[in-house]
Nanobody
Framework: QVQLVESGGGLMQAGGSLRLSCAASVSIFRLNNMGWYRQAPGKQRELVAT???????NYADSVKGRFTISRDNAKNTMYLQMNSLKPEDTSVYYC?????????WGQGTQVTVSA
């Protein structure tokens, strides 16, 4: 069973930066695709960014130029560097990984951005 654990969330003022981490219980070479998603109160969960095993990335338009997704295969960890944070970035952020057998979610980490 794959377990994913997010960390790094917190309270930040607008314009600040945070780095989220997603640690996997298995080698992330096994996870062909990984991604960050977020869900604000009363809204549907939405894609933030994805990264493949080969390092190809994809971003939601709302975070392009501000957020950077990366993965450290040696540490079995994926990251989301969030810069120039805005109040509308306030959400619970979830990581997800996919292998040949299915998808796996982390438990989420809260990010709150104050104006």
């Amino acid at each position: 069973q794959v377990q994913l654990v997010e960390s790094g969330g917190g309270l930040m003022q607008a314009g600040g930066s945070l780095r989220l981490s997603c640690a996997a219980s298995v080698s992330i070479f096994r996870l062909n695709n990984m991604g960050w998603y977020r869900q604000a109160p009363g809204k549907q969960r939405e894609l933030v960014a994805t990264i493949t095993n080969s390092g190809s990335t994809n971003y939601a338009d709302s975070v392009k130029g501000r957020f950077t997704i990366s993965r450290d295969n040696a540490k079995n960890t994926m990251y989301l560097q969030m810069n120039s944070l805005k109040p509308e970035d306030t959400s619970v952020y979830y990581c997800k990984g996919f292998d040949d057998y299915g998808g796996y979610w982390g438990q989420g980490t809260q990010v709150t951005v104050s104006a």
